[in-house]
């Protein structure tokens, strides 16, 4: 009789012990969830504001390493803290002397502020928009109110080579344009497009770091000025290289 009683009793103890080790899995599984989803990475080169409901809750973390956030609540934004390139469009432009040049701009940015940066553009690709429309403004409003010769030329150098009362010679409407000096050069006029952009820049949460013009080029004249520059400067070279080591150089100084 009792083995009757305990053969009775044994499948429904095992009905209970099958259901106690699928709870306790279950139970199991949602604790290392909830562990997992309590803890995040922040690698060397990432910054990270914490969002709870989408609005953002405490300081921005940029230590790297592992840290705690309330899990399912809070969700984890990752901005990177390394420098980033905005390479812009070639545009033309106008001068202060109504002439049109192509301008073709690069910078380096990185995000300074990630809170302001996350509240302003949220994303890389929102801050590369706003920094086309900040940058090209800031390019356009310097090279507009100066001369073409300004944008396209650093120094005076090679003026200064020419010889006492040789500026005072005829010469052409190219020549006078080549020989024309600058008061300021295209380095101080980039130090004006970086200031001017700085400020802007700065309530997107984004540092400018530096700006720089790739290329310039003339429209309709360009290959004329070039060539003219050319045939200018082996002119000075000349005349330099005569003056110094004979009637000799000055063919060294024009050969091809």
């Known amino acids: 009789m009792a083995d009757n009683d305990e053969a009775r009793v044994s499948p429904q103890d095992g009905r209970l012990r099958a259901a106690a080790i699928t709870v ?6 949602a604790l290392l969830i909830v562990l997992f989803s309590s803890f995040y990475v922040v690698r060397e080169w990432e910054q990270v504001i914490l969002t709870q409901f989408g609005h953002p809750v405490g300081d921005p973390v940029s230590d790297a390493g592992l840290h705690f956030k309330t899990p399912f609540v809070q969700k984890v934004n990752r901005f990177e803290k390394r420098i980033l390139i905005w ?6 432009v106008p001068t202060d002397d109504k002439r049109f040049i192509w301008i073709d701009t690069t910078a380096r940015w990185r995000i300074s502020d990630p809170l302001t940066f996350l509240q302003a553009v949220r994303t890389v690709a929102g801050a ?8 090209d403004s800031a390019v356009r409003d310097v090279i507009g109110k100066h001369k073409l010769v300004e944008a396209v030329r650093l120094t005076n150098r090679v003026l200064d080579m020419v010889p006492v009362g040789e500026e005072d010679r005829e ?3 190219l020549d006078k344009e080549v020989r024309e000096r600058i008061s300021k050069g295209r380095d101080v006029l980039i130090e004006e497009m970086l200031k001017n952009a700085q400020g802007k820049v700065e309530e997107l949460g984004i540092e400018l770091i530096d700006l720089r013009i790739k290329r310039t080029l003339k429209r309709s004249t360009v290959a004329a000025a070039f060539v003219a520059t ?3 400067v082996s002119e000075f070279a000349g005349i330099y290289l005569s003056g110094q ?3 000799c150089s000055t063919s060294l100084a024009q050969a091809p």
């Open 245 to 247: 080591l004979g009637p």
């Open 87 to 92: 390479d812009g469009e070639r545009n033309q």
């Open 24 to 29: 306790g899995a279950f139970f199991g599984v």
């Open 230 to 232: 050319f045939f200018v």
């Open 171 to 173: 010469q052409s409407p």
């Open 128 to 135: 590369q928009s706003r920094l086309d429309d900040y940058l």
